[in-house]
């Protein structure tokens, strides 16, 4: 059985096929000649925390697919009043073919992996996002060939969006520097993975410095869904915001990716954001593809 849990539990190879599939998925829809391998399979998407994107990517490419997507918000299922992931895991499992959650807490995602039986896909949790970030490899490929040997600079908060892309950078073999308060880095847990696999990865105080050179550059909300110290964290990341002088330092040309939602005047710019080198609707667009290619992936249908 194949979970979809972290890319540095997935080999290189099938992560690119994944995105294989999902480009030709991609060009299959433009041209109206969709498929549907998954008919009659159903997904079963929870929800602990807020969403747009991947709420709607995941439901529309289930159907695509021609299968069915169930919603369940954490509140509403008996999880929200205290059944236990495990007993959850072993009863939607009699009903449903694939499983997709989002939460805080990454152990409830891997307790719900081992006691499912069927595959577990992760929908965001506070540790990591790995969907996300297969989108925005496809993304830039799409724009510019090859990420191998490119470099990436990650700017601002050292969370979730930011662990799968320093997962990412060892697997597809590309640079990474992070420019982040110290407060506020990776977790330790990910960068002694990264250490462990022989990945170096770069961290600076100055934003500058990690977006030199740089051929993607990226950020995040300073607030994620869960963190309460607004007040703080806007105070220490004040100085990361990515703005057009930044854009500078960067290649000449770079792109700008976001996973959304954004906060124009916090992280990013609005000039950025909406500019000539962002491609963050691409960006959101390639959720869907990819995600479509992760569900053929996880059930053995590519
Ligand atoms: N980028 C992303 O995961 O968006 P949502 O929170 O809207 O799903
Ligand atoms: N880091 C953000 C990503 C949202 C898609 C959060 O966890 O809220």
């Known amino acids: 059985m194949r979970h979809f849990l972290d890319l540095a539990d997935i080999s290189a190879q099938d992560l690119r096929s994944i995105l294989s599939k999902a480009v030709?998925?991609?060009?299959?829809?433009?041209a109206g000649k969709e498929t549907r391998p998954l008919a009659g399979k159903k997904l079963a998407m929870i929800f602990e925390k807020n969403s747009t994107r991947t709420r709607v990517s995941f439901e529309v490419g289930m159907m695509e697919l021609g299968g069915h997507a169930i919603y369940l918000s954490g509140k509403e299922t008996q999880i929200g009043r205290g059944e236990t992931i495990a007993d959850t895991a072993k009863v939607l499992s009699r009903y449903v073919d694939i499983m997709m959650l989002r939460c805080h807490d990454h152990t409830m995602l891997t307790g719900l992996a081992s006691h499912a039986?069927?595959?577990?896909?992760?929908?965001?949790?506070?540790?990591?996002?790995?969907?996300?970030?297969?989108?925005?490899?496809m993304t830039y490929e799409e724009h510019r060939g090859?990420?191998?040997?490119?470099?990436?600079?990650?700017?601002?908060?050292?969370?979730?969006?930011?662990?799968?892309?320093?997962?990412?950078?060892?697997?597809?073999?590309?640079?990474?520097?992070?420019?982040?308060?110290?407060?506020?880095?990776?977790s330790h847990e990910?960068?002694?993975?990264?250490?462990?696999?022989?990945?170096?990865?770069?961290?600076?105080?100055?934003?500058?410095?990690?977006?030199?050179n740089a051929h993607l550059v990226v950020t995040d909300t300073w607030v994620s869904m869960g963190d309460l110290d607004r007040k703080k964290?806007?105070?220490l990341l004040t100085p990361y915001q990515v703005d057009s002088t930044l854009m500078q330092s960067a290649d000449k040309d770079a792109l700008f990716m976001h996973?959304?939602?954004?906060?124009?005047?916090?992280?990013v710019t609005a000039e950025v954001l909406d500019g000539s080198q962002s491609v963050v609707w691409d960006e959101a667009e390639n959720r869907l593809h990819v995600q479509k290619a992760i569900m053929l992936w996880c059930l053995e249908k590519m």
């Open 24 to 30: 030709e998925l991609k060009k299959a829809r433009a």
């Open 117 to 137: 039986t069927v595959s577990v896909i992760n929908g965001l949790t506070d540790y990591s996002h790995p969907c996300q970030i297969m989108a925005d490899i």
């Open 146 to 186: 090859p990420i191998t040997g490119r470099k990436i600079a990650w700017i601002g908060d050292g969370n979730n969006v930011c662990n799968s892309f320093i997962s990412a950078s060892g697997l597809f073999d590309f640079r990474i520097a992070i420019a982040c308060p110290k407060a506020l880095a990776p």
């Open 190 to 212: 990910m960068l002694a993975w990264a250490k462990s696999h022989a990945r170096e990865v770069e961290v600076y105080s100055k934003p500058e410095d990690a977006a030199r």
């Open 233 to 235: 964290r806007i105070a």
């Open 259 to 267: 996973c959304l939602p954004a906060h124009r005047g916090e992280e």
